[in-house]
Nanobody
Framework: EVQLVESGGGLVQAGGSLRLSCAAS????????IGWFRQAPGKEREGVSC????????YYADSVKGRFTISSDNTKNTVYLQMNSLKPEDTAVYYC??????????????????????WGQGTQVTVSS
């Protein structure tokens, strides 16, 4: 059974930090890319960051570049999203998702929700001003 389980969300003041985790199981982790998405109330789900589990290539949305860092521990089948300098506009439910990407080449699909095969249940991040 495929599972993606997010954890690490919570309430933090503006300027603070959180580290989200996405623990994956039930599929060949090294053959997949893992993406982080977020959805704020009344807004569409948007891509935040993506990492290739095979070669570690990383991708970021402009809104989080320089503040968020994605990383992967392939020994634990876990992807992390370190979020620093958080802003109130970062408040959302954060989801991780997995997409088979072994021969993917270009990652121009990295932030397209429909490209992903599996999704976690989400974790709430709230940034107070």
């Amino acid at each position: 059974e495929v599972q993606l389980v997010e954890s690490g969300g919570g309430l933090v003041q503006a300027g603070g930090s959180l580290r989200l985790s996405c623990a994956a199981s039930g599929f060949s982790f090294n053959d997949y890319a893992i993406g982080w998405f977020r959805q704020a109330p009344g807004k569409e789900r948007e891509g935040v960051s993506c990492i290739s589990s095979s070669d570690g290539s990383t991708y970021y949305a402009d809104s989080v570049k320089g503040r968020f860092t994605i990383s992967s521990d392939n020994t634990k089948n876990t992807v992390y999203l370190q979020m620093n300098s958080l802003k109130p506009e970062d408040t959302a439910v954060y989801y991780c998702a997995a997409r088979w990407a072994l021969y993917s080449g270009s990652y121009n699909w990295a932030f397209r929700t429909y490209e992903y095969d599996y999704w976690g249940q989400g974790t709430q991040v709230t940034v107070s001003s």
